[in-house]
């Protein structure tokens, strides 16, 4: 069993930045692949990035890509989301995702899910 807790979400104008941060509870952090999710109102789900255990391996979503950055700390069982260059449609539910080993882009393939965390981005 893992438990995530999202943080650092909020109100911030267009152009601005946020670090979403993602805190796993599970020692071995490490055997996890770690994605990142979001959800607007009247929208589904909507891969953003996704990372593999040791961070060798990312992957973005094409609407985020040049503007978020993935990247885990594996030492603080944690998994971060930089947001630069954040443009109104990019307000949601963020949420972060763990999956044994393989690193996925499937929403469906993650087996562990925190509460998310919300962004939102005036214009």
């Known amino acids: 069993q893992v438990q995530l807790v999202e943080s650092g979400g909020g109100l911030v104008q267009a152009g601005g930045s946020l670090r979403l941060s993602c805190a796993a509870s599970?020692?071995?952090?490490?055997?996890?692949?770690m994605g990142w999710f979001r959800q607007a109102p009247g929208k589904e789900r909507e891969f953003v990035a996704a990372?593999?255990?040791?961070?060798?391996?990312?992957y973005y979503a094409d609407s985020v890509k040049g503007r978020f950055t993935i990247s885990r700390d594996n030492a603080k069982n944690t998994v971060y989301l930089q947001m630069n260059s954040l443009k109104p449609e990019d307000t949601a539910v963020y949420c972060c995702?763990?999956?044994?080993?393989?690193?996925?882009?499937?929403?469906?393939?993650?087996?562990?899910w925190g509460q998310g965390t919300q962004v939102t981005v005036s214009s």
């Open positions: 995702a763990a999956r044994p080993f393989r690193t996925t882009t499937n929403s469906g393939n993650y087996d562990y």
């Open positions: 599970r020692r071995t952090f490490s055997d996890y692949a």
């Open positions: 990372i593999s255990r040791f961070g060798g391996t990312t």
